[in-house]
């Protein structure tokens, strides 16, 4: 091992523990590249999806804060952070993370399209509707935004645009 304090490296051994599901060693990973850099913002966005998959949301939602209070403009651990807080029946404040995620970073898709589920759940129709259209402007590819989009014309009555969306999903 060349620098075995090399922060970085853990983090993507982490990375790459995750990926394969090694959930609980991708954690104790993330947790070591840590203790080795406490000032590793990607680090705790990690270490806290992979605590969000399996259940501990409290302390994802403590790591997704953390990164946030080293990076203040990190979109995607701002996104993370809705996503534990909607798990957690904290729709306003996941809506805030959504939002928060996608005015720094206005061309992410699946942040737009996270904010769209839980404007569509609070009866926001047309926002809904605008962000799924976001997303998918942003990634022609994205079939859950396409499905969700199909599910929100359903709701609207317009089957012929629902039969669209499903069939390009």
Do not use: W
């Not at 947790?31 to 998959?53: F, H, I, M, V």
């Not at 403009?73 to 909607?86: F, S, T, V």
């Amino acid at each position: 091992r060349l620098r075995p304090d090399f922060a970085i490296a853990h983090g993507n051994l982490g990375t790459c523990q995750y990926d394969s599901g090694d959930v609980e060693q991708a954690i104790r990973t993330f947790k070591y590249a840590l203790q080795l850099e406490p000032n590793y913002p990607d680090a705790y966005n990690s270490l806290g999806n992979a605590q969000r998959d399996i259940g501990l949301l409290e302390e994802a939602i403590q790591s997704f804060r953390s990164a946030l209070r080293l990076k203040p403009d990190h979109p995607h651990a701002y996104n993370n952070l809705g996503n534990a807080m909607k798990d957690k029946g904290m729709v306003k404040e996941a809506v805030h993370c959504y939002v928060t995620a996608v005015r720094i970073m206005p061309k992410f898709a699946a942040a737009h399209s996270n904010l769209a589920s839980l404007l569509k759940e609070q009866g926001k129709l047309e926002q809904a509707l605008a962000h799924y259209h976001e997303a998918i402007t942003i990634e022609p590819l994205f079939a859950d935004a396409y499905s969700n989009l199909g599910n929100l014309y359903k709701d609207f009555g317009k089957t012929e645009e629902a039969v669209k969306c499903y069939a390009t999903a």
